[in-house]
């Protein structure tokens, strides 16, 4: 069941990011900038064709190919069972909806589109991206900080020495 409702979730994910960058692309493509605080958050339109932060520029087909790797070693680490917790599942639902969402700009458009741009951060990022960043936090305090994790992966070493 938690399967099946990590898929739902990941798949909401997924569409709202490609409506709210279906709506960006409609609205302020190309060059559109709409001030929501000012001084601090603005809706920008961009086009990444690089990885987070517009590093690596044009690398399409790279960052397709590793987006779908690991979205399959999420996705294997969520059904293997090695890692429990509805930390846990809220992390790695996140990782892949954001990977997804991105992924389909990527063969699609060929760019992702970038719109979300606050003063203190330079990078205009998107929704997706979040995703990922959140969901990227959250699993690795799964891994390092919660218990049942740790005494888990302490088993598998103590297992591995012997």
């Not at 999420?74 to 930390?87: A, N, Q, R, T, V």
């Not at 990022?125 to 994790?149: H, K, Q």
């Amino acid at each position: 069941m938690t399967i099946i409702i990590a898929v739902v979730a990941a798949a909401l994910i997924v569409a709202v990011d490609q409506v709210i960058k279906y709506f960006i692309y409609e609205n302020l493509h190309p060059n559109g900038r709409v001030e929501v605080i000012e001084n601090l958050f603005s809706l920008v339109y961009s086009e990444n064709r690089g990885a987070a932060f517009g590093i690596f520029q044009d690398g399409t087909i790279f960052f397709s190919a590793v987006t779908i790797i690991l979205i399959g070693v999420f996705m294997y680490l969520m059904i293997s069972g090695k890692f429990k917790g509805k930390l846990f599942t809220a992390a790695v639902i996140l990782i892949i909806g954001g990977g997804i969402g991105n992924l389909i700009d990527r063969l699609f458009r060929g760019f992702v589109i970038d719109y979300l741009s606050v003063s203190f951060f330079p990078p205009i990022c998107n929704f997706a991206d979040y995703c990922i960043t959140i969901g990227a936090f959250l699993f690795v305090f799964c891994i390092l900080l919660l218990p049942e994790n740790k005494q888990k992966q302490n088993e598998e070493t103590e297992n591995d020495e012997e």
